[in-house]
């Protein structure tokens, strides 16, 4: 931790790491769970941008066209889901219910993923384990930045989720470091990317009663799903600088 608080480009992370948490509360207290949580797969995309300009090595064609599959792949989905409705009234007994489930998968996830050996296998499960503390750690966070808004700072401190989606946030990024270590790119970020939108949606109907459209609209929202799969994927596979 000494060398890190050394390092200005990680403390420079850090400080886009709280920035964006900000940001993701704003966006969760206005806004549905199935909506805000997709669009977080874009941070795959701007990342490899981002990266293409520290390093000086801009983005080829092979690198845009998956993004361009993945931009297009997530309108369509959002754009044939269509969440509405969404309530803050979900019962104890129900958070009980899903934060319980959550937290046994992700304890099961983790039990099968230190039993593999370092490789694509390992940091698939470690990006699943991942997604599901991250999806956990939205729906707790959009309930605690809803009641800031509506009841005030006392109501947000004295709220039960606030210090659990504090908690469970620094787990799930110690769970992402273990993920990107744990193997390649290419197995951990498409776990960790699809993995967070669709426990994001199930969260949204379990907890928040959002409905998404049904019947032949299903067919759109698969077919969105499976261009943002093969963006994700051909993305993960390109070739960054190695950092000195």
Do not use: H
């Amino acid at each position: 931790m000494r060398d890190l608080l050394r390092t200005p480009a990680w403390l420079l992370g850090i400080v886009g790491v709280v920035v964006s948490a900000m940001l993701q509360g704003a966006a969760l207290a206005t806004g549905a769970l199935a909506v805000v949580q997709p669009l977080v797969m874009l941070e795959l995309p701007f990342a490899l941008f981002i990266a293409s300009i520290v390093f000086r090595r801009p983005m080829t064609r092979a690198g845009w066209l998956p993004i361009a599959g993945m931009g297009a792949g997530l309108c369509l989905a959002l754009f044939a889901a269509a969440p509405t409705g969404g309530t803050l009234q979900a019962s104890a007994s129900r958070w009980t219910t899903v934060t319980t489930c959550c937290l046994v998968v992700i304890a099961v996830l983790c039990g099968i993923a230190v039993r593999l050996p370092r490789g694509p296998g390992r940091a698939g499960c470690m990006g699943m384990t991942a997604a599901v503390a991250y999806s956990l750690t939205a729906a707790l966070m959009k309930f605690s930045t809803a009641v800031l808004g509506l009841r005030g700072i006392s109501a947000f401190f004295t709220a039960w989720q606030t210090y659990a989606f504090a908690v469970l946030g620094i787990c799930a990024l110690f769970l992402l470091e273990n993920a990107l270590q744990s193997g390649p790119l290419v197995a951990s970020q498409p776990a960790l990317t699809l993995g967070d939108a669709l426990v994001s949606l199930t969260l949204g109907a379990t907890l928040y009663e959002e409905r998404l459209r049904g019947g032949w609209w299903l067919v759109l929202q698969v077919a969105g799903l499976v261009l943002v799969a093969r963006g994700v994927v051909r993305l993960s596979r390109q070739p960054l600088e190695a950092v000195p």
